[in-house]
């Protein structure tokens, strides 16, 4: 790992669950986070963070959700903490770190960048660089690619893809370890995000991301395409 490191010292890996799949109706209910450093033991985890997140007054979570996530109106009404002081929290941690990282990260980048914005100061996502780790995973592995895949397809224990965004998280952090270990080119999939051509570029895109279309069979690496 002691490439990525070198230039990014201090990595915030981290997840989302949401109440849906639209960014500009539907709502982040947690938010998780590992901080990941180089030792001379190799990667560790040096922090971590995990919060519920209130919902706008009048909103509840999907049933669809709550089978997915476990996260129920009653955990959130319990232990959720106002939109406001969770983007205090996220924003702190952003500008300690020095490289996001996240399994699918366009929609967690999105996200985020909604709850900042309109609770916060999403001033603290510019010139970061970010990592999308599902992008590895699709140049490295053939179809499918959920996370559980990749946590399958490179033998990783003690980690799963639990739908609870702290073992996601985790379990993201460890991906990119293994990732790293297979072959040491990570920094060149920074900014870079691959997309289904069928379906064409996301949006809204993230500026400071570039857009390929991607193969869901590996062939050439999506930086040299």
């Known amino acids: 790992m002691k490439e990525i490191f070198e230039k990014y010292p201090k990595i915030l890996v981290f997840d ?17 986070s590992v901080t990941a450093e180089l030792t001379p033991d190799g990667m560790a985890i040096t922090g971590s963070f995990d919060t519920l997140i209130s919902l706008t007054p009048g909103r509840t979570v999907p049933p669809e959700i709550v089978r997915l996530t476990g996260i129920t109106d009653e955990d959130i009404a319990a232990r959720g903490i106002p939109k406001a002081a969770a983007c ?6 952003i500008r300690e770190s020095d490289l996001l990282a996240a ?5 967690d980048l999105t996200f985020l960048y909604y709850l ?14 970010k990592l999308d ?11 499918p ?5 990749a946590i399958e397809g490179y033998g990783l224990s003690g980690v799963c893809n639990s739908h609870q965004a702290q073992d996601d998280a985790l379990a993201a952090a460890r991906l990119m370890e ?3 270990a297979e072959r040491q ?3 060149n999939y920074v900014n870079l995000f691959g997309y289904n051509p069928r379906y064409g570029a996301p949006t809204p895109g993230i500026r400071s991301v570039t857009y390929r279309p991607q193969s869901f069979q590996p062939t050439v690496p999506l930086y040299r395409n």
């Open 145 to 149: 690619h959920r996370l559980s895949n």
């Open 16 to 32: 989302t669950e949401t109440t849906g799949i639209h960014p500009k109706t539907n709502e982040i209910i947690q938010f998780s």
């Open 103 to 107: 399994y699918n990260a366009q929609f």
């Open 116 to 129: 900042l914005a309109f609770h916060g100061d999403a001033s603290c996502l510019a010139g970061k660089d």
């Open 178 to 180: 293994a990732m790293e």
């Open 133 to 143: 780790l599902l992008t590895v995973y699709r140049d490295r592995r053939p179809y």
């Open 88 to 93: 205090t929290e996220i924003a702190a941690l």
């Open 185 to 187: 080119d990570l920094l």
